[in-house]
């Protein structure tokens, strides 16, 4: 993603100013996505040992130092210097950082059911591929969510960047949904149908929202 970057964020609308700031994000925010994985990753099997409060706590907490770290860093504030958009990336990164050195350290410790352990570890193909066998499915309606969200976005952008950004900021909530479903479902105890109904009282309140909001204009 971050060597397609320059390309899909061209053909998606951006130009000049506005395509350099998004691959200055970009660039923080992709490099460092293996920090929300394996916060998400651990927060799992904490949670199969019963522990539901911990993961939860230390997303909500990453969730909040985000919104107050990532302003400081956009603009400047103190020692802290203006990065720009790239100030957003770290915003993101740097919580869920430490989000995840939190989960490492709750597994290593005694305090855990299970034990995180990295000596003498050989990988298991055969539970490698029971996990795939799961995680597949739903890694693929990620990606066909994701997929959209680009193509359609790329398809405004043909009108311009104004248009391409307002399709944009419409379509984030269905990405941040699609991302986060299946941890709401899990901590919410929906069902199959109360999940679904979720997904699609979002998609009628954009539809709702963007004709709404396009009588205005």
């Not at 691959?23 to 996505?33: D, T």
């Not at 799961?134 to 960047?161: D, E, M, R, W, Y």
Request: net charge neutral; charged share 5%.
């Amino acid at each position: 993603m971050l060597l397609a970057a320059p390309f899909i964020f061209g053909w998606m609308g951006g130009r000049d100013r506005m395509l350099m700031d998004a691959l200055s994000y970009a660039n923080v925010a992709f490099g460092g996505a293996v920090c929300i994985t394996v916060l998400n990753l651990l927060g799992n099997a904490v949670r199969g040992t019963g522990n539901m409060s911990l993961h939860a706590g230390v997303l909500v907490g990453c969730v909040i130092a985000h919104i107050a770290l990532a302003p400081v860093l956009m603009f400047g504030y103190g020692p802290f210097p203006a990065l720009g958009p790239a100030g957003a990336g770290w915003g993101l990164v740097i919580p869920f950082g430490v989000g995840s050195l939190i989960m490492i350290f709750y597994l290593r410790s005694s305090r855990s059911i299970i034990h995180l352990n990295f000596r003498g570890q050989v990988p298991q193909w055969a539970l490698f591929a029971d996990i795939l066998k799961v995680g597949v499915p739903g890694l693929i309606n990620t990606s066909i969510t994701n997929l959209s969200v680009v193509v359609l976005t790329g398809i405004a952008g043909q009108f311009g960047p104004e248009t391409a950004i307002g399709y944009a900021m419409d379509g984030f909530d269905l990405l941040i949904l699609g991302f986060m479903l299946n941890a709401i479902s899990s901590d919410l105890h929906l069902t199959s149908v109360q999940a679904a109904s979720l997904v699609t009282a979002t998609l009628m309140g954009a539809v709702v929202g963007g004709f709404g909001f396009g009588m205005f204009l």
